[in-house]
């Protein structure tokens, strides 16, 4: 698949095609979860019998929660990030487990919350070589294009 090196991942100076335009895909990967995301929390309402409508937003962040938890476990890589050919690993080259998306979608749903971490995410997937956020930093982890 690829050469391993200390941390197991692609080198992203000898192996840069891991790593061309995953920011831009991991935006629009993101547009399309968040699509999805909101199509589902739509359909889950009337089921409330509307009562849902009192507590939306946090129906809608448990349903995000829960979404990219299970897709990110299910095949290291949300619906969004499949349609733009984008698969997330471990520091050790791994596709995830259920306790990394727990924690992955943890970390992103904290930086989310608050603008100052949001922006300094976004900076660092624009100028970190291996196009890592904040949340990948701390967990040593990556977003990559899908190995063929």
């Not at 949300?78 to 596709?95: F, K, S, W, Y």
């Amino acid at each position: 698949m690829f050469a391993l090196s200390d941390t197991h991942l692609p080198d992203p100076d000898r192996q840069a095609e891991f790593y061309a335009g995953v920011p831009t895909k991991r935006a629009l990967a993101w547009v399309v979860d968040t699509i999805l995301i909101a199509l589902i929390t739509a359909v889950i309402v009337p089921f409330t019998v509307f009562t849902a409508l009192f507590f939306l937003p946090l129906l809608y962040l448990f349903i995000s929660f829960t979404y990219r938890v299970l897709t990110l476990a299910g095949g290291s890589a949300t619906p969004g990030m499949r349609l733009m050919n984008v698969v997330m690993l471990t520091r050790n080259g791994e596709r995830f487990d259920l306790a990394t998306a727990f924690l992955h979608t943890l970390g992103y749903t904290l930086s989310i919350g608050t603008l100052l971490v949001q922006i300094l995410s976004g900076f660092l997937m624009l100028t970190s070589a291996r196009g890592q956020g904040l949340t990948d930093h701390i967990l040593g982890t990556v977003a990559i294009n899908r190995p063929r």
